[in-house]
């Protein structure tokens, strides 16, 4: 862009501030001055700035190509109508279940139940897992950490997972019918979340602990195996008519 | 149309031919008075760019590229539960923010005998005005927004929404919903009764058995390896300073990389 071939106007509006003459630096001439990280900020800018213009150019669509929906109106308008609603919900839950008084601390009494608050009990279900510790040999049968910082490393292994699933599944899928294995790998997690939870009761669960234990990690694995079947089967209807309305969209390069 | 260059910048002038009502006379007033003072005309340009550049980015909606629609994909109501959580929030940060109003966090004991962190909540339960009301919405408020984090996170999961380039939202998410958690859990100290007590507990012992640092973090976050004054301190600190400001932020961040990013399509 040249400011040169509009005519000359006074800018300044009074204020004093002067606008730029023949010897102020244009942008791109500052650009060309700047050195470093700056300028390799700019270069990079330029490039990806041009790379898109081709993209552009050279699809066939008229729209650029689509990466999401756009936020406003589309989802704020249906967001907002269901979120008031379930605010009222949350007015009429205080109204009629308001939290009870429990009794002061008291250090010298132990309750017979100690608990969290229910969104932590996956959490205080993990430091449970002592029966998981290994114990070496090598050290004589001593296990290599306490449980409890065994349970506390269980955390940190479950919430890191959680973590790095973007960079385990890539592709395109979607939706659970055109992925099956981390669509049940999703069953299994939540499964897990729950039976954990109950493990970190299982003094109040009327149930043996060994087997409690047991189910604890099989159910996840039967509700996964289930999921997967189930959607293994579903896919190939799905994935029909999915992809003939896929490719007709964008057809492969 | 005359040949002569008008003053283009006669604002006083331009304004008098015009026939303006009082109220937009002042306006106009008023905005030429601040923008030769501080350019506003400048930032409003900035502004317009941005909201510019940010449509942009903007595609058309689902059903207009892909002529859906007859179609409902029948997960869309879960898309709300991003948006749920952010207004549970929000009712939280206000009933938390009047709470504050009444609450004190001192406990000197823990013997059992009610403190003045205790006491003050027994004030509010039993002698304010709608004292109870406004604790169980702030509860209330509390558990739903953590149920909506965790329900958002299953939707994103399975509508595999956290796919390129969401990656840096979705650890966004993660991030929140730690904070989110132990949002609740200093929360769940405060009152300073049986249950605050031996949660407390248990967490002084899961930060002392974090391998090298457990003594380190047990200091920092329960100022000691035992539940005293310096622990409920904390935990209200935690609670009412800097996880606010955190949470806060970072939803303004996530929520504005949804915006330019659009919402991921289930094509
Ligand atoms: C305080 C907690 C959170 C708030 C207030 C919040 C808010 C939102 C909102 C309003 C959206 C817009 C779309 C929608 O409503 O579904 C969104 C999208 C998203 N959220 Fe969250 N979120 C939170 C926690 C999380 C968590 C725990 C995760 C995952 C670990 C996450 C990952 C994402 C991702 C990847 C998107 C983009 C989804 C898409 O484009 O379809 N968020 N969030």
């Known amino acids: 862009m040249s400011d040169n071939d509009t005519p000359e106007t006074e800018t300044d509006g009074g204020t004093g501030i002067v606008p730029p003459d023949d010897e102020t630096p244009t942008w791109s001439e500052r650009k060309e001055r700047t050195q470093g990280l700056s300028r390799l900020t700019y270069e990079y800018f330029e490039r990806a700035r041009r790379e898109d213009q081709d993209l552009r150019q050279e699809s066939s669509y008229v729209e650029r190509d689509v990466l999401g929906f756009p936020a406003w109106p589309h989802e704020m308008i249906r967001n907002l109508a269901l979120t008031s609603f379930f605010v009222g919900m949350i007015v009429f839950l205080s109204a009629t279940l308001p939290p009870e008084m429990m009794p002061p601390a008291n250090s010298s009494s132990t309750p017979a139940v100690i608990l969290p608050d229910w969104y932590l009990y996956w959490s205080f279900g993990l430091l449970k897992l002592g029966p998981l510790n290994p114990d070496l040999a090598l050290l004589g049968g001593k296990s290599l950490m306490a449980d409890r910082t065994y349970g506390v490393l269980a955390n940190l292994v479950v919430v890191g997972a959680i973590t790095i699933v973007p960079f385990l599944n890539k592709g395109a899928a979607r939706r659970p019918v055109e992925q099956p294995f981390w669509a049940s790998v999703g069953v299994f997690g939540v499964i897990f979340a729950f039976t954990v939870a109950v493990l970190s009761v299982k003094n109040l669960v009327p149930m043996d602990s060994h087997l409690l234990f047991d189910l604890t990690f099989l159910l996840p694995f039967v509700g996964g195996f289930i999921a997967y079947a189930i959607l293994k089967s579903m896919r190939e209807g799905y994935m029909f008519t999915l992809n003939r309305r896929y490719y007709r969209l964008r057809p492969p390069k | ?267």
């Open chain 2, 1 to 267: 149309m005359s040949l002569e260059k008008k003053d283009e910048h006669d604002h006083r002038g331009w304004m008098e031919e015009r026939d303006l009502t009082v109220l937009e006379e002042r306006y106009l007033t008023l905005l030429m008075w601040l923008d030769k003072r501080l350019r506003l005309v400048d930032y409003l340009e900035l502004l317009e760019d941005l909201y510019y550049k940010v449509n942009m980015q903007m595609p058309k909606s689902h059903t207009e590229q892909y002529g859906l629609d007859n179609k409902f994909w029948y997960w869309y109501p879960l898309y709300a539960l991003g948006s749920f959580s952010t207004i549970a929030y929000l009712v939280a940060a206000i009933s938390g923010a009047l709470l504050g109003f009444y609450y004190a966090p001192a406990a000197a004991s823990s013997s059992g005998d009610p403190t003045v962190a205790f006491e003050s909540l027994r004030y509010i339960m039993q002698d304010l005005n709608f004292g109870y009301m406004l604790r169980s919405i702030h509860r209330w408020s509390a558990q739903v927004m953590t149920a909506a984090v965790f329900l958002h996170m299953l939707r994103v999961y399975f509508t595999g929404a956290y796919k390129e380039p969401r990656e840096l939202n979705w650890i966004i998410g993660i991030v929140l919903i730690s904070m989110t958690m132990v949002f609740g859990y200093s929360g769940y100290l405060l009152p300073w009764n049986q249950l605050s007590y031996w949660a407390g507990q248990i967490g002084v012992e899961m930060a002392l058995s974090i391998p090298l640092a457990g003594e380190w973090t047990a200091q920092l976050l329960f100022g000691g390896f035992t539940l005293t004054q310096a622990t409920l301190q904390r935990m209200y600190i935690l609670h009412v300073f800097f996880l606010p400001f955190l949470v806060t932020g970072l939803i303004a961040v996530h929520i504005g990389i949804v915006w330019m990013q659009g919402i991921a399509e289930p094509h």
